[in-house]
């Protein structure tokens, strides 16, 4: 008997039927939905679904269930992806000198929270290494200079893909990523910014919050994109701060906040819950 | 050209095909679904689910459509309302001496921010009569006494009746209501309750968050029963408070909480988004 | 007997020795204080304090105090200002066609909620008249045009100045007022802005935040610079949003936010409770 | 050259001259005031302040300074605490089967994040050992039971009395502690109950909130009294949660907000800004 679920996510051009169309698909493979949600962009005239259904008890493999669905898709010029509730997705931290959130992502995945393999932690400085290994976890050191930086991202993508990793976390990782890694990757990695976008994109956020008076600083999880601090967020949260906060208090504040956004980010992407559009996120919770 | 969108709520046991045999009775009769939200509980087999989609082209007519419905219902045991986006409900608002509750709802509704016309404002004290009838309103004054409460309520119930009220607002209303009076209007009376519930029910929540020394307090808006401030809950918020809030500044940071929290729940009513299952609801957000 | 209090608020370069100086000035001249609270700037070595003392009892009229307390603080090259609890400051209320703020202010004032005299309400649009004079409120029209704006403001300057305003608050107010203006009401001028500043400056923060695609939205209340959207930030709160909500439906969220907000945000004014500093505020909660 | 600061904290019966007097104290010993905050409780007349100086400069040694503050103390009937910021208290953790809090203690103290040492972590349970000991921190195992509950807590607190602990942390310690323990740490231990109390105090509060419905959830820091969840409030902090919650979803999601909860908490005791005034606490933030 198959425990998993399988998860539909699918956007379209709207139109009417489509609800009736995807469900019944479900019902007449004999599956019994668990989960259905559905948003129409009025804007864009498009439409997004997830549908997440037992695969106990349904008609079709789980190879099947692609050949079968690929020409219903076709019909509604559907982009679509399929998951398996009971696949551990196979994840990669990259990270520079901050390590809370990595320490935070180590803990949580140790204590089972996490439903996603740390496969590997990647590091242009040698500071994590001991953590990492004392939880039996892959440390990989790649220093970067101006000079070798190209040819160190290189090594960097043939060890990811190498090691098949599904999704990339930057846990406060301080390189920007070239096109060639984000387009291999796209909407695959996640970023944890420590400021509330767009406000106070760019270097020192907390710096800058304390010159401009902010009495509310934030944090944002977002995809990465080409154009840095403006891919499609995902969650945000924010904290009070007073004009007795010093820059190091809202640092102690703000590493606070990035570890919850960034876990509840992961959540989100991992129970496949997120649909990219355009520059924005559908988030079903 | 009907502009309207018809509204489904129901819940029903739990099986397999609901979803698809909802959304084929809305398609196949040539409806356009706008929005469909499900839910299924899973410790109660029970599911719930709001379906909204457009009259526009719909083959059915708005007194056909429940004809046409019915047994479909009856043969998956539905409980089940039907809801049109064009109706303006009929509210009617309680209210004992506290009045900011009812003043922001006057403003809203002047506003236009109001879905639901605010037909008639009644009240054991005559202190609000002149800002209400200033906005052209309906007060009705019913003195309470112990001796006549029975006789003033039957009155005020009779009132309601005769005037088609269909949804009752106890904006911060002091008096208990009788069960013969909360069964005729069962769920469609909401109240707000000036604490964070279930921690300070009864009396004087205000004077009970300062005696306890709490650093957060919170304001609920809930559907009435007779169980006082048991209810099922709608909507609630919070506001931080410390030491240096004496109970006159937790009354007045709390009214800001009510009123917000108070129209935060009307709009979810009127949206028809609110399914109560025992003494819990599921609001489709 | 005198039950009001008196309040100092002052700033001067740090040294030791000024908390003893300031508390010994109200003891010998027989003072009860009832709330003292400083701050000290690190990196700008600046000392600021509030505070409150009861007049009954105190053994200076409320004229001689300034007299004095001058050399005192001539020795510290202090910057300081006097306030006594039961003076109720005359607020004048600019706004153009968003009439949610003003709404909300006319029924706190109308409550008693506020403690600031509602003494005019000015418009670049005749829309709030009827509303402001069905509460027996003053209400100017000063229609502006490119040709006429310099000269409708030294008219509405005059008149503030004749009513001997003490307060302006732009609640939604359309029109940039002049540096002469802002000179005349340096730190007595609130705005409202509706977007969670530094982002989304500007025009149209509501449409800003759609098409960015944030999860959070804010307002902030600050006063007003010649920096547009600039000026030092008092208050601000936020509240969530997601891929279902409209431009509209953040607007709906929005101006509860920003009723709120600047009713937190005057409440402090009129408490005297904020110091400006640079561009930035020190709020003594 | 002394780079710390003195900390004094004190409580007594209100009067005139109070703040006079006590800055006073500080500056004809050459001391220089960083902060200073005060509350007086109308209610119960009495009067409270923390006053932290620099020790640079200031002509008292450390011994000096409770011997000439004594007699000045007595004179107004002062209850006071003498602290330096230079010092690091010495914590011991309780623990039972839930991990997420000291985990999460634990990590901080590795990332310099806490002011405190963790001298001893102490569990009626084994699981937390290899976790523990791998950061190179001591483990104590003391198993109980109905019959020799009494025993093992007489040597737990021998123990603490033998490493000189200064602060106990119940980290989600599911024992409870008997009056002679609390009174030896009267107001030196510190617990996180994983509710917004006083709703759901007592067991499995995450079963209590599900049931009841709210639509938000809370996590209380408090000092610990014989009167199990009813010692005085230091500080609390909620998150939303919906019909889709399960009660696994609420215990995720109260992960989360304990452990920062119970690092803020901790955060405000080592920094010694609480004062506890009967049930209550005064927090100078």
């Not at 997830?50 to 008890?57: A, K, M, P, S, V």
């Not at 740390?118 to 970067?144: C, M, T, W, Y």
């Not at 304390?210 to 944090?219: E, L, M, P, S």
């Not at 960034?262 to 991992?270: E, F, K, N, S, Y």
Request: hydrophobic letters at 40%; glycine letters at 6%.
């Amino acid at each position: 008997m198959d425990e998993a679920n399988a998860i539909l996510l699918l956007s379209c051009p709207d139109q009417r039927g489509l609800v009736a169309r995807l469900s019944n698909f479900i019902f007449q493979n004999n599956g019994n939905i668990v989960h259905a949600d559905q948003h129409t962009s009025k804007s864009g005239k498009l439409f997004f679904m997830r549908i997440e259904w037992e695969l106990n008890g349904f008609a079709l493999g789980r190879e099947e269930i692609p050949v079968v669905f690929t020409p219903l898709a076709r019909q509604y010029d559907m982009k679509w992806d399929l998951h398996f509730t009971d696949y551990t997705p196979r994840m990669a931290i990259f990270v520079s000198k901050h390590l809370h959130c990595l320490h935070d992502l180590i803990l949580r995945r140790h204590m089972g929270e996490l439903a996603a393999g740390v496969e590997a932690v990647i590091s242009n400085h040698p500071d994590a290494r001991e953590l990492v290994e004392q939880f039996g976890l892959k440390f990989f050191h790649f220093p970067i200079t101006e000079k070798n930086k190209d040819q160190q991202e290189a090594r960097e993508l043939e060890l990811l893909r190498e090691m098949k990793i599904d999704l990339v976390v930057l846990a406060r990782y301080m390189q920007v990523l070239s096109g060639k890694f984000l387009k291999y990757y796209g909407n695959r990695i996640i970023n944890i910014h420590h400021s509330f976008l767009p406000a106070f994109a760019g270097g020192n956020p907390y710096q800058q919050a304390f010159d401009r008076g902010v009495k509310i600083i934030g944090a944002t999880g977002h995809y990465v994109t080409e154009q840095l601090d403006d891919g499609p967020i995902i969650a945000q949260d924010v904290i009070k701060i007073s004009h007795r906060d010093t820059v190091a208090d809202i640092q102690t504040k703000s590493k606070d906040l990035e570890r919850v956004v960034l876990a509840r980010v992961l959540r989100l992407h991992l129970e496949n819950k997120i649909l990219v559009y355009g520059s924005k996120t559908i988030v079903f919770e």
